[in-house]
């Protein structure tokens, strides 16, 4: 795992970690830290995230109002539930 300390545009999220007693640092599946950066990057809040570990399709969880943005940099919808709109495939793993 590769921990890292929560990105500033992920502010509200870390506060809201922090307020449950949890910690402002994240792990993050090796194979697929440079996809989640690229995502932080771009200002996608992430929610948690998996490569699969050779067992399921790898995937993060976005914040509901950025599935839009998600679709147009072209993820795919993860989740078997259609009305989740925030579980996308990950591109790198």
Same mark, same amino acid.
């Given at each position: 795992?590769? /921990?890292?300390? @929560?990105?500033?545009?992920?502010?509200?999220?870390?506060?809201? %970690?922090?307020?449950? !007693? *949890?910690?402002?640092?994240?792990?993050?599946?090796? $194979? @697929?830290?440079?996809?989640?950066?690229?995502?932080?990057?771009?200002?996608? @809040?992430?929610? !948690?995230? $998996? $490569? !699969?570990?050779?067992?399921?399709?790898?995937?993060?969880?976005?914040?509901?109002?950025?599935?839009?943005?998600?679709?147009?940099? !072209?993820?795919?919808?993860?989740? &078997?539930? &259609? /009305? %989740?709109?925030? /579980?996308?495939? *990950?591109?790198?793993?």
């Amino acid at each position: 795992m590769v /921990t890292v300390e @929560i990105p500033p545009h992920m502010e509200a999220y870390k506060n809201a %970690r922090l307020k449950e !007693g *949890l910690s402002s640092l994240v792990s993050i599946d090796p $194979c @697929i830290y440079d996809e989640i950066k690229d995502l932080w990057n771009k200002g996608v @809040i992430t929610h !948690g995230s $998996c $490569c !699969g570990h050779n067992k399921f399709e790898s995937m993060v969880n976005v914040q509901d109002d950025q599935s839009d943005l998600m679709l147009s940099m !072209g993820y795919e919808l993860n989740h &078997p539930d &259609p /009305t %989740r709109i925030d /579980t996308f495939k *990950l591109k790198s793993a």
